[in-house]
């Protein structure tokens, strides 16, 4: 991801400045027990209110699945929820981190790789009508359930009306995590029913990245501003949910073992045969064009891209500076206290990530604006509107991403349009200075990573 040599210089805040980016420093992370967090991961209680088992399973039926091979009364419940036990003792079943950190692929359930066929399009994940009326039915049919679903319900009914996005296969997550902070006490956690900070009314969409890359990268997110302790940052999912700091507490104790699960986790290997020597010329090429940024093997820089330099769709980094409040909370709040802290802090533009099992991320660009990596590599095949068919799914393993229509105008929720604020799949314009075999022979050698 650019050409020439990388220059750096020291600056008063003891930052490394580099020609094409900005170093960002490690932070400690804990260590922790990788089996241990795969079990907590999937049969966890780090949202402790969800739907009563027997309705869910009156309203879901028996998912014969079985990709996680769980027992007892998680076997026939999707990989995506889990049953766990309420502070009351009531069983209910909660969505999990696999909602959006995992795809089947292939048949296959891809753990780590992000779920770029979910729906924020219509709240189907949260519908507050839904919500209310099964809120309702429990409050004078068993009380008992309805305590335990009551905090689940009053998040969905305060904040999934305002969670859709545009375009279907993008996340709202950064939007999630405003809205659930806009509710809740900084410091004690309490859920307010009443906003307490404004957030700006456009969903700005990302694509999920693939957890493997983490173990590489020294900042979360697209814009690498989640910097010291990583666990903190994982298990944020638990203000959908949690009562009080003293709970996030007990969650915290088990999310340093989940950390060391998504370190341990590979990225899939290309599944066809790969044409070594064609990949051996993009190697060498790819080394001089891309690895400044990208890296190369276990080498990778940890690089903040300016938007300047990169040119790609500004929104989502723009999002954190149009929306101060949120970062202010998060950094006065339990997450950046006591012996493992978390921080945010805004960049303008975003981290170079590390490529490992890129061919399988498609995708592409922190908004999934980029159907493939040909695409990626040929701005001038970036389709402006696109779609997938989303009930029969198939991938390209030569272009290397979607198979996709590309259609006159857009329409629709499944038709990808980059005219909308966020969705640009502009900028990285670097490979357009490759001839169309340099590009095919970087394709190649990305298959082997």
Same mark, same amino acid.
């Given at each position: 991801m650019g050409l020439g040599l990388i220059c750096f210089a020291f600056n008063e805040a003891n930052h490394y400045f580099f020609s094409e980016g900005v170093f960002i420093p490690p932070s400690p992370q804990r260590s922790?027990?990788?089996? =241990?967090? $795969?079990?907590y991961l999937v049969t966890g209680d780090y949202l402790r209110s969800g739907i009563p088992y027997n309705y869910f399973k009156l309203a879901y039926g028996k998912n014969n699945s079985r990709y996680l091979t769980r027992e007892g009364l998680n076997a026939s419940i999707s990989y995506e929820y889990t049953a766990v036990k309420a502070p009351n003792g009531e069983t209910v079943v909660a969505p999990n981190c696999l909602q959006c950190h995992a795809q089947v692929f292939d048949d296959k359930l891809i753990i780590g790789l992000g779920n770029s066929t979910i729906d924020f399009t219509g709240g189907e994940k949260l519908n507050p009508n839904t919500a209310a009326l099964a809120e309702n039915f429990l409050q004078n049919a068993d009380p008992k359930k309805y305590d335990a679903a009551e905090p689940f319900f009053k998040v969905a009914k305060a904040i999934?009306?305002?969670?859709?996005?545009?375009? *279907?296969?993008?996340?709202? /997550?950064? *939007?999630?995590?405003?809205?659930?902070?806009?509710h809740r006490d900084p410091k004690t956690f309490r859920w307010n029913e009443k906003q307490m900070m404004e957030i700006p009314n456009e969903v700005i969409p990302s694509?999920?990245? @693939?957890?493997?890359?983490?173990?590489k990268k020294h900042g979360m997110f697209y814009n690498g501003f989640g910097r010291?302790? !990583? @666990? *903190? !940052?994982?298990?944020?999912?638990?203000?959908?949910? +949690?009562?009080?700091t003293a709970e996030s507490a007990e969650v915290d104790k088990h999310f340093n073992d989940v950390l060391a699960y998504l370190n341990s986790i590979q990225p899939p290997k290309y599944p066809y045969p790969i044409n070594k020597q064609l990949a051996k010329q993009g190697g060498i090429l !790819? +080394?001089?064009?891309?690895? =400044?940024?990208?890296?190369?093997?276990?080498? $990778?820089p940890n690089l903040l891209i300016p938007e300047s330099t990169? =040119?790609?769709?500004? !929104?989502?980094?723009k999002s954190n500076y149009q929306n101060p409040q949120f970062v202010e909370w998060f950094n006065s709040s339990w997450f950046a206290q006591g012996d493992?802290? /978390? *921080?945010?802090?805004?960049?303008n533009g975003y981290i170079a990530p590390p490529l490992d099992g890129i061919w399988i991320t498609a995708p592409y660009f922190h908004n999934g604006s980029v159907p493939t990596l040909e695409a990626v590599l040929n701005s001038k095949l970036r389709p402006k509107y696109w779609s997938r068919d989303f009930n029969n799914l198939e991938y390209d393993y030569e272009k290397v991403g979607w198979k996709y229509k590309t259609l006159d105008a857009p329409g629709g929720t499944t038709v990808y349009d980059t005219d909308l604020h966020g969705y640009g799949n502009y900028g990285h314009y670097y490979g357009d200075n490759l001839t169309d075999k340099g590009r095919k022979a970087i394709i190649e050698y990305l298959k082997t990573l």
């Open positions: 922790g027990d990788a089996k =241990k967090g $795969y079990d999934s009306a305002q969670l859709h996005t545009k375009v *279907r296969g993008v996340n709202a /997550a950064d *939007r999630l995590a405003a809205l659930l902070a806009a694509d999920v990245p @693939a957890w493997w890359l983490l173990k010291g302790d !990583f @666990a *903190r !940052f994982l298990m944020a999912s638990n203000l959908l949910t +949690v009562n009080d !790819f +080394v001089k064009n891309c690895a =400044k940024c990208h890296g190369s093997g276990n080498d $990778y990169i =040119k790609t769709d500004s !929104f989502l980094y493992h802290a /978390a *921080r945010l802090e805004p960049f």
